[in-house]
């Protein structure tokens, strides 16, 4: 096997994938051969340490530069960049606005720059806030010229609506004011009253359960109630019922015992007549 040879199989035989012959041909090589063996050595060490290594963290400028490649779409331009300056330092700019506008920042030298500038001047700002400065004189004469036309200050009125309801709320205010603090304070004393004498454990749940108890209570006595009073109504219309029919029965009696005493004087009658007609044919 020749060295050029031996470069072109490196591969397949650190991958094991040479026929048995050539594997042979190819390991009898690197011992005949010094160059080549240290070849091996090297490739063999080079592997040996890339795998041990960790591999470096990706920077957002390689990922921005990724997503420019596959996505541009997702870019955004300078303009949009300033206009989401304000919202990005305010911590108010969504997730996937956010991300676009950090790579953006990543990947345009100009718009990297702006907004530690930005940040830097707000910070000048609130240092030399404490240092009042002296008005200058006329300062205010040329803001109610460019304001109103007019350097003397005008009053200023509210529109009509705005103080007739004023007006209202404050003829209105000592009438309702006192109604509503009235009737609070009722209802501050019924909940303390209750929850002292009818809640149980000293709570507005309490109070509902107590209550609940008593309008089964009261349910349960008025069931009992009317079923009483139809129980005594049935005995009252029994009792008229058995009345009636027990005078009913009186009546029949006293006519059947008035006729069982007018049915014997009759026959008396018959022979008296028969007695006399007898003696009148005698006669």
Same mark, same amino acid.
């Given at each position: 096997?020749?060295?050029?040879?031996?470069?072109?199989?490196?591969?397949?035989?650190? !991958?094991?994938?040479?026929?048995?012959? &050539?594997?042979?041909?190819?390991?009898?090589?690197?011992?005949?051969?010094? #160059?080549?063996? +240290?070849? %091996?050595? +090297?490739?063999?060490?080079?592997?040996? *340490?890339?795998? *041990?290594? &960790?591999?470096?963290?990706?920077?957002?400028?390689?990922?921005?530069?990724? %997503?420019?490649?596959?996505?541009?779409?997702?870019?955004?331009?300078?303009?949009?960049?300033?206009?989401? #300056?304000?919202?990005?330092? =305010?911590?108010?700019?969504?997730?996937?606005?956010?991300?676009?506008?950090?790579?953006?920042? @990543?990947?345009?030298?100009?718009?990297?720059?702006?907004?530690?500038?930005?940040?830097?001047?707000?910070?000048?700002?609130?240092?030399?806030?404490?240092?009042?400065?002296?008005?200058?004189?006329?300062?205010?004469?040329?803001? %109610?010229?460019?304001?109103?036309?007019?350097?003397?200050?005008?009053?200023?009125? *509210?529109?009509?609506? *705005?103080?007739?309801?004023?007006?209202?709320?404050?003829? #209105?205010?000592?009438?309702?004011?006192?109604?509503? @603090?009235?009737?609070?304070?009722?209802?501050?004393? @019924?909940?303390?009253?209750?929850?002292?004498?009818?809640?149980? =454990?000293?709570?507005?749940?309490?109070?509902?359960?107590?209550?609940?108890?008593?309008?089964?209570?009261?349910?349960?006595?008025?069931?009992?109630?009317? &079923?009483?009073?139809?129980?005594?109504?049935?005995?009252?219309?029994?009792? %008229?019922?058995?009345?009636?029919?027990?005078?009913?029965?009186?009546?029949?009696?006293?006519?059947?015992?008035?006729?069982?005493?007018?049915?014997?004087?009759?026959?008396?009658?018959?022979?008296?007549?028969?007695? !006399?007609?007898?003696?009148?044919?005698?006669?």
């Amino acid at each position: 096997m020749l060295c050029n040879e031996f470069e072109e199989r490196l591969t397949e035989y650190l !991958d094991g994938v040479l026929p048995v012959e &050539e594997h042979r041909a190819f390991a009898e090589h690197a011992l005949r051969c010094p #160059l080549c063996h +240290d070849l %091996l050595d +090297d490739v063999k060490q080079t592997i040996v *340490a890339c795998a *041990a290594s &960790e591999a470096p963290p990706a920077g957002v400028g390689l990922e921005a530069r990724i %997503l420019m490649t596959t996505a541009p779409e997702t870019a955004i331009a300078c303009e949009e960049f300033e206009n989401y #300056l304000t919202d990005y330092l =305010d911590g108010v700019l969504m997730a996937p606005l956010y991300h676009r506008w950090e790579r953006h920042a @990543a990947l345009c030298d100009s718009c990297g720059e702006l907004p530690g500038q930005v940040v830097r001047s707000l910070g000048a700002v609130y240092t030399y806030a404490q240092d009042e400065m002296a008005v200058p004189t006329g300062l205010e004469a040329r803001i %109610l010229q460019a304001t109103i036309g007019n350097v003397l200050p005008q009053e200023v009125r *509210a529109p009509f609506s *705005a103080r007739l309801i004023e007006w209202l709320r404050g003829a #209105l205010d000592p009438i309702v004011s006192p109604q509503l @603090a009235s009737v609070a304070t009722m209802l501050l004393v @019924a909940v303390f009253v209750l929850t002292n004498t009818v809640s149980t =454990d000293g709570s507005v749940r309490g109070i509902y359960r107590a209550s609940m108890q008593l309008a089964e209570r009261t349910a349960d006595s008025a069931t009992k109630g009317s &079923e009483k009073g139809v129980k005594q109504i049935a005995g009252s219309v029994n009792k %008229l019922v058995g009345g009636e029919e027990n005078q009913k029965n009186d009546e029949n009696k006293n006519q059947n015992s008035s006729n069982q005493n007018s049915a014997p004087s009759r026959p008396q009658g018959g022979g008296s007549q028969k007695s !006399d007609n007898g003696q009148s044919k005698n006669r």
